[in-house]
T-cell receptor, first 112, second 111 residues
C-alpha cells in the first residue's frame, strides 16, 4: 500500500543527545514536511523540502536539522540545541501544488 | 492575530444533532482550503477540501466565503464516531506549497 511511514512510534532522548526521526514515503511525492504538535496546540512547521537535495526552514527550525538525499526519505534530527523537544512530530508529503498534505502516524518524543 | 482562528470548543452535542464549526483566516493570498480531522493522539487525516462553490460529502458540508475570509464545516446527523478535533487548514501563498493550521475545534458527540 502507498503511504508515509514514520519510525519509531515512541522515542526517548537523554540530555545532550541528538536523535533522528525517520520518514519514508512511497507516494512519489516531491514535497515533504515536518511538523511539531504540542498538547492542545496546532501544528507548527519545522522544515520542508520541495525537491531532492533542497530544503527550507519553517517557522520553528532552531534546534532541528534535516536532509533530503532521496525523494522517498526526509529524516529529521532533533539536536541537543532544542531545549524543549518533548512533542508529537508529524511528517507529511504532498503531490501537486494546492493539493492536500497526507501525514504519517507520527513519533512521540520525550525527555528522559 | 493568528493566521487561522478557530473556536477551540469543546462542542458537546447529542447524537443526531447538527453542528457547525467556523474558521477565519487572515492571509488573502490563500488559494486552497481544507478540513482535517484528528483523533486523540493520532495524525490528522484529510476530511475534505473546501471549494468556492461549497461542497458536500455525505453528512458533511463545507462552505467558503473569500470576501469575509471565512470557512465553515457543517455536520448533520452527528454520530458518536464523529468525536474528534477538526482542523481548519489554508495554504499560505499562491504556490500552495505550505499550509497554516488552525488550532482545531474539539467535538464530543454524546449518546
Amino acid at each position: 500500500d502507498g503511504g508515509i511511514t514514520q519510525s519509531p512510534k515512541y522515542l526517548f532522548r537523554k540530555e545532550g543527545q541528538n536523535v533522528t526521526l525517520s520518514c519514508e514515503q512511497n507516494l512519489n511525492h516531491d514535497a515533504m514536511y515536518w511538523y511539531r504538535q504540542d498538547p492542545g496546540q496546532g501544528l507548527r512547521l519545522i522544515y520542508y523540502s520541495q525537491i531532492v537535495n533542497d530544503f527550507q526552514k519553517g517557522d520553528i527550525a532552531e534546534g532541528y536539522s534535516v536532509s533530503r538525499e532521496k525523494k522517498e526519505s526526509f529524516p529529521l534530527t532533533v539536536t541537543s540545541a532544542q531545549k524543549n523537544p518533548t512533542a508529537f512530530y508529524l511528517c507529511a508529503s504532498r503531490g501537486q501544488f494546492n493539493q492536500p498534505q497526507h501525514f504519517g502516524d507520527g513519533t512521540r518524543l520525550s525527555i528522559l | 492575530r493568528k493566521e487561522v482562528e478557530q473556536d477551540p470548543g469543546p462542542f458537546n452535542v447529542p447524537e443526531g444533532a447538527t453542528v457547525a464549526f467556523n474558521c477565519t483566516y487572515s492571509n488573502s493570498a490563500s488559494q486552497s482550503f481544507f478540513w482535517y480531522r484528528q483523533d486523540c493522539r493520532k495524525e490528522p487525516k484529510l476530511l475534505m477540501s473546501v471549494y468556492s462553490s461549497g461542497n458536500e460529502d455525505g453528512r458533511f458540508t463545507a462552505q467558503l466565503n473569500r470576501a469575509s475570509q471565512y470557512i465553515s464545516l457543517l455536520i448533520r446527523d452527528s454520530k458518536l464516531s464523529d468525536s474528534a478535533t477538526y482542523l481548519c487548514v489554508v495554504t499560505r501563498n499562491n504556490a500552495g506549497n505550505m499550509l497554516t493550521f488552525g488550532g482545531g475545534t474539539r467535538l464530543m458527540v454524546k449518546p
